[in-house]
């Protein structure tokens, strides 16, 4: 699963399913780091690991926005300074 903006997203979840084939996660892996990316494999989760951790994230800066503590160019800039993400909660959600 890559992730957006694939160019800067450097990671990768390799999720196996129930019948995947024990070989299929390694092959995956030698493909996305060729591709210059880095493989983690995961256990299937709703949302993929990575968006399942960033809801916590994308809840808390729609409070803030909804709060009027901040707008959402200050709050993206926070979390792209402050908290060293490559994109804030709302860049994302415009994808």
């Given at each position: 699963?890559?992730?957006?903006?694939?160019?800067?997203?450097?990671?990768?979840?390799?999720?196996?399913?129930?019948?995947?084939?024990p070989?299929?996660?390694?092959?995956?892996?030698?493909?996305?780091e060729?591709c210059?990316?880095?493989?983690?494999?995961?256990?299937?989760?709703?949302?993929?690991?990575?968006?399942?951790?960033g809801?916590?994230l994308?809840?808390e800066?729609?409070?803030?926005?909804?709060?009027?503590?901040?707008?959402?160019?200050?709050?993206?800039?926070?979390?792209?300074?402050?908290?060293?993400?490559?994109m804030?909660?709302?860049?994302?959600?415009?994808l």
């Amino acid at each position: 699963h890559f992730f957006n903006p694939v160019p800067l997203m450097r990671i990768v979840e390799v999720v196996p399913g129930a019948a995947t084939r024990p070989e299929i996660p390694a092959a995956l892996t030698e493909l996305v780091e060729g591709c210059g990316h880095t493989a983690v494999t995961v256990a299937d989760t709703p949302g993929f690991l990575v968006n399942h951790a960033g809801r916590g994230l994308v809840t808390e800066a729609l409070a803030l926005l909804e709060e009027s503590v901040a707008g959402p160019a200050d709050i993206d800039r926070i979390a792209r300074d402050v908290l060293g993400l490559r994109m804030g909660p709302f860049e994302l959600m415009d994808l």
